[in-house]
């Protein structure tokens, strides 16, 4: 029963952030003299009018549910991995080549094979700045900020070199073979199989943090890699696999954006669903299960910046906006939970 | 003492919830007394003494500050009645020096600082205390016994008569508290009254005039240092007698389970800590290594650990090959069990529950494990039964290391290192800052795996603790053995050897490299 309370309520703290964000971005749209309901109804409609903007909202969330399951597996095990961004983009890459290349393939085959090679690509890229800091002390965060912009230039080269489809103006690569492209699950829906996928992948990230002693070994390097360290587990070797999964995870999400959405390679072919990840996954406080949750609202908010530019005039940077309240007041519950932390501890220890 | 009582508390009743930290408590202090409060962790020392400073409220009772009866909200409100609290974790910042700390946030510095004038103040109190802490000097360059006397300082020229330490001496070397303690009885000498918070009896009988036992929340008693003696003192305080005498039997001992070669292990700053150093531990035996801290013994416990590289020389356990590149997890299999110097920080995982703690290093074992998944139960029962036999007061398998008391943390370590039961058993400081209770279990625990058959290595600074445990005791130097003799050597032979004097052939050996 505890349990059920405690779960509870690390379910009510986000659902009330979002609601006091909302109230605020509320506030600032009547204040600067838009027309709140009608930009807001925009919004709820562009997810929820028909079935078909629905399965738009949940494509738009697939990526980010990737990306998001990725940095939160690597906030566990206190690897931060910023640089989901560059590992999407390089799974996109990897899986472009396979669906241009093995054309002759089955879709059984192809699809399986594309995402196959999204999660390789992704988890070599990750491997370099988890091995800089598991062997020499480098920090991640700044590696893998930068391999975010090598990824992004290498995506450019691509574009503009091997992969360029010649018959384009735009630099973009050609499209991947029909039997690569990801089956659509509801009729007169663009919806692919990519959300469902990222629901599995995110339940078993969760069975393999709570339930596996591998799990148990990344979640205490991530507290307390000394205590880990002492207590016999390989702290260099769990980093270095937190990273290969986070990035394995970043890179499945490339290859889906690419099988699923887009079909042909551009630069522009993710908007930051890696940096985005970021706040996916500190709104569901580093808990897979519920980066479903986060990333379906952060689907939703992408989805619907455009319908809400039209309907009321709104800037669509505007969901920016309503994303980083969120995130202020996610993380003023976070230092206040620490805070009543500290006065635990005082009353206990004397 | 005048016999003027400047703080008067009566019937005070404070509660956590339904958890009740203070019940009834009664307690004076009196002008010019230093006045002990002893009790074990978790017996409402602090809690009492928060209430007073304001920290937190009491729910029911009185308080009384110079006869007035007050009603405290905040630490600033007891400020201006005069009272001030020296806490246990230093609040200082350590780029700034001596002066700034002191008068930060202090409105009477004025909004323009005249740096020469405060350190002129600071200088003063300083004489007149004899406190020998220079006013610019920058606090993160200050050794920890200074550091504690600028936080008095700071509580003084806030002009506070009262004066409330607590526990002031968990950081501090015996010679630090020497000179902690003669400031103490200046200050009470010229009329300031202290409480002085601690579980240390020694500190209690040595120092204060008038002591108060806090047991479960309730004071047990107050009496006059002079009129009592620490058996009664810790029958008051545990609620039972306790000895920490000698009491181990002479035992043969078997086959030789660890062995140390021509250990060389170099410090944190690149410097040999631990210079060729050879010793057996039989089955059967505790080797106690006795030593001032910082004689490399630290080194020498993470190198057998495994959690330190070794530079030359040897360790072999459990009759294994001679090893030099070892990792923690080669010991951890090979039978060796380790209670680290630092539970925090080496023992436990803080976030973690205490059923997650409790598997620590063994979380691959097929008993954990169904196939790919934990297994849950085993766990869970595992967890359930050694709380039980190991007395770990908690709420519950679930609840979180880090919120345990100190000796509480420490019954973890020893729960899961003695459930694993190794052949070897490191022990390094296993009882500091723990209570007097906490200290008999756990050594205990050592004693009980000596008598069966285990071979016991304590690395301690403490004297009484390696002498009380020990069969044979080694002494460490500089980065070696300046000696080796049997438990019942003379202090003043052991004393000897802590200081180096009586080099053995080892170190002239090595300092002839």
């Known amino acids: ?350 | 003492m005048s016999g003027k009582k400047v703080i008067k508390m009566q019937g005070v009743y404070k509660y956590f919830g339904n958890f009740c930290a203070n019940e009834n408590v009664d307690f004076d202090l009196e002008e010019g007394e230093v006045h002990g409060l002893l009790g074990e962790n978790g017996a409402g020392k602090s809690t009492l003494m928060n209430v007073l400073y304001g920290l937190y409220t009491h729910d029911q009772g009185i308080v009384k500050i110079n006869g007035q009866e007050v009603n405290i909200k905040s630490p600033s409100d007891s400020i201006k009645l005069g009272v001030g609290m020296v806490h246990q974790h230093f609040m200082l910042i350590p780029q700034l020096t001596v002066t700034q700390n002191i008068f930060l946030g202090m409105s009477e510095a004025g909004f323009i600082l005249n740096i020469k004038e405060l350190e002129q103040q600071v200088q003063e109190v300083n004489d007149k205390y004899g406190f020998n802490v220079h006013p610019d000097s920058v606090i993160w360059q200050l050794p920890v016994g200074i550091q504690q006397k600028v936080e008095i300082l700071k509580v003084l020229l806030r002009k506070a008569k009262i004066l409330i330490l607590d526990e002031p001496t968990a950081v501090l070397t015996p010679s630090e508290v020497e000179e902690l303690f003669v400031s103490v009885k200046k200050l009470a000498k010229q009329g300031y009254s202290i409480i002085l918070i601690t579980h240390k009896l020694d500190e209690i009988m040595a120092y204060t005039d008038r002591v108060s036992v806090l047991r479960t929340g309730k004071v047990i008693g107050t009496v006059a240092t002079s009129e009592t003696n620490i058996d009664e003192l810790t029958t008051m305080m545990v609620g039972r007698d306790v000895s920490l005498e000698r009491d181990i039997q002479e035992q043969a001992t078997g086959a030789v389970l660890l062995e140390v070669k021509d250990l060389v292990v170099k410090s944190d700053k690149d410097v040999p800590a631990v210079k060729g150093v050879s010793f057996q531990v039989r089955a059967g035996e505790i080797l106690g290594i006795a030593g001032v801290d910082g004689n490399g013994q630290l080194e020498l416990g993470e190198a057998i650990t495994g959690l330190r590289n070794i530079i030359k020389g040897t360790i072999s356990i459990n009759g294994s090959a001679e090893m030099t590149h070892i990792k923690p997890k080669t010991m951890l299999s090979a039978g060796l069990g380790h209670i680290p110097d630092d539970r925090q920080r080496k023992g436990l995982v803080l976030p973690f529950g205490i059923k997650e703690n409790l598997i620590m290093g063994s979380q691959r074992s097929k008993k954990y494990n169904k196939g790919f998944f934990v297994n849950k139960k085993a766990i869970n029962d595992h967890a359930a039964e050694l709380i039980a036999d190991f007395d770990i007061r908690c709420r519950g398998i679930d609840q979180p290391a880090g919120d345990l008391s100190g000796g509480n943390q420490q019954k973890v370590i020893l729960a899961r290192e003695v459930d694993r039961n190794p052949d070897i058993l490191l022990a390094i400081q296993p009882t500091r800052g723990l209570d007097i209770g906490a200290i008999e279990f756990v050594r205990g625990k050592l004693k009980e795996a000596r008598a069966n058959g285990k071979a016991v290595l304590l690395i301690s600074t403490d004297l009484d603790e390696i002498r009380t445990l020990s069969d044979r005791i080694a002494v460490m130097y500089n980065g070696y053995f300046s000696g080796e003799v049997s438990y019942d050597a003379s202090l003043n032979e052991i004393g000897m050897l802590m200081a180096g004097v009586n080099k053995n052939k080892n170190a002239e050996a090595w300092e002839g490299q």
């Open chain 1, 1 to 350: 029963m505890n349990k059920f309370k405690e779960k509870l309520r690390g379910f009510a703290k986000p659902f009330i952030a979002i609601i006091i964000a909302f109230i605020i971005c509320w506030l600032i749209l009547v204040i600067s003299g838009y027309d709140a309901p009608k930009a807001f109804g925009a919004l709820w409609n562009s997810g929820f009018k028909n079935i078909k903007s629905f399965g738009t909202v949940l494509n738009k969330t697939s990526p980010i549910l990737f990306t998001g399951i990725a940095v939160a597996f690597a906030f566990r095990g206190n690897v931060f991995n910023i640089g989901a961004e560059g590992q999407l983009l390089l799974g996109a890459a990897a899986a472009t080549w396979v669906g241009t290349t093995f054309t002759s393939l089955p879709s059984y085959l192809l699809i399986p094979l594309i995402l196959l090679s999204g999660a390789i690509a992704g988890a070599a890229f990750a491997y370099i700045p988890g091995y800089l800091k598991a062997k020499h002390g480098v920090s991640e965060v700044i590696t893998t900020i930068m391999f975010n912009y090598i990824a992004l230039q290498f995506i450019g080269f691509l574009v503009r070199g091997p992969f360029k489809d010649t018959s384009q103006m735009e630099p973009q690569s050609h499209p991947i073979a029909a039997s690569g492209f990801l089956p659509y699950i509801i009729p007169g829906t663009k919806l692919h199989i990519g959300f469902v996928l990222g629901i599995v992948f995110a339940i078993i990230i969760s069975i393999i943090l709570f339930k596996t002693y591998f799990g148990y070994e990344v979640r205490a390097v991530g507290f307390n890699p000394m205590a880990a360290k002492t207590g016999g587990i390989a702290v260099e070797r769990t980093m270095i696999t937190t990273m290969l999964i986070s990035g394995a995870l970043a890179g499945i999400g490339g290859a889906i954006e690419l099988a699923g959405t887009t079909h042909y390679l551009l630069e522009g072919i993710s908007p930051g669903y890696g940096f985005t990840a970021i706040a996916v996954s500190i709104l569901a406080a580093n808990n897979p299960i519920g980066v479903i949750f986060s990333a379906f609202l952060f689907g939703l908010l992408s989805a619907g910046a455009t319908s809400m530019q039209r309907a009321a005039d709104v800037s669509a940077s505007f969901v920016n906006i309503f994303q980083g309240v969120i995130i202020i007041f996610i993380s003023i519950a976070a230092v206040k939970s620490v805070g009543h932390k500290k006065l635990s501890l005082k009353k206990g220890g004397n």
